[in-house]
C-alpha cells in the first residue's frame, strides 16, 4: 500500500507530516507543471495556501498504518494497492 494524495483537495497543514511515523510526508512547493493539471479549486487553494502541499516523498516507507488518511482534515491521502 502507498499514500496517494489528491493534489485539489491537499492544502499543506502538515497534519500528515506531524502524524507518521515512518516520515513518509514532507511539505514542498506544487511545481508549476502539476498545477496546469489541477481544477480550478485545486488551483484557488494552492494559490491560497502558497502552493504549499504534502508529498509522499518516502512512499516506499509507508506501513499502511491509515494515521494519515485519518488525521488529514481535507481527506486528501487515500491508502492505494501498489503492485
Not at 514532507?26 to 502558497?50: D, N, Q
Not at 509507508?62 to 503492485?83: D, H, N, T, W, Y
Request: aromatic share 8%; proline share 5%.
Amino acid at each position: 500500500m502507498r499514500p496517494v494524495i489528491d493534489r485539489n483537495r491537499c492544502e499543506g497543514k502538515k497534519e500528515c507530516v506531524a502524524v507518521c511515523p515512518y516520515n513518509v510526508f514532507t511539505i514542498a512547493t506544487v511545481a508549476p507543471e502539476m498545477r496546469r493539471a489541477l481544477s480550478l479549486r485545486g488551483r484557488l487553494k494552492g494559490f491560497a495556501h502558497r502552493w504549499q502541499q504534502a508529498f509522499a516523498a518516502n512512499a516506499g516507507a509507508c506501513q499502511a498504518c491509515g494515521l494519515c488518511v485519518s488525521a488529514c482534515p481535507e481527506k486528501a491521502i487515500a491508502l492505494v494497492r501498489f503492485c
